[in-house]
Nanobody
Framework: QAQLMESGGGSVEAGGSTSVSCKTS????????VGWFRQAPGKEREGVAD???????RYADSVKSRLTMSEDDNKKAQYLQMDSLKPEDTATYYC???????????????????WGQGTQVTVSP
């Protein structure tokens, strides 16, 4: 199985920027891909950024135009850039992998089997 580890994030003032990194290792398919999720206290985990096998990227409406996902060419590291942050962005952010990157529009589907431990992003007003 894959191992994922997030880093970065931290505390930032509203309107500011930060980024989260995700390093992947272990047994992974050539066709795997990584998506991003977050969970705030008392709320359900939600997907915030994802991609499919064609490289199409989808963002949650709540973060669209403020978050940008990318990855290294070797796919061993992924990044989530966060700009124009709002207090409601405060959450634990997770990267997760699906062994076979989906083809089509099934973003944040039920095939994310491996998860990082999460990293905290706190946005102060």
């Amino acid at each position: 199985q894959a191992q994922l580890m997030e880093s970065g994030g931290g505390s930032v003032e509203a309107g500011g920027s930060t980024s989260v990194s995700c390093k992947t290792s272990g047994s992974m398919s050539m066709s795997y891909c990584v998506g991003w999720f977050r969970q705030a206290p008392g709320k359900e985990r939600e997907g915030v950024a994802d991609t499919n096998s064609d490289g199409d990227v989808r963002y949650a409406d709540s973060v669209k135009s403020r978050l940008t996902m990318s990855e290294d060419d070797n796919k061993k590291a992924q990044y989530l850039q966060m700009d124009s942050l709002k207090p409601e962005d405060t959450a634990t952010y997770y990267c997760a992998s699906e062994d076979r990157c989906h083809n089509g529009g099934d973003y944040w589907g039920n095939d994310f089997a491996d998860w990082g431990q999460g990293t905290q992003v706190t946005v102060s007003p």
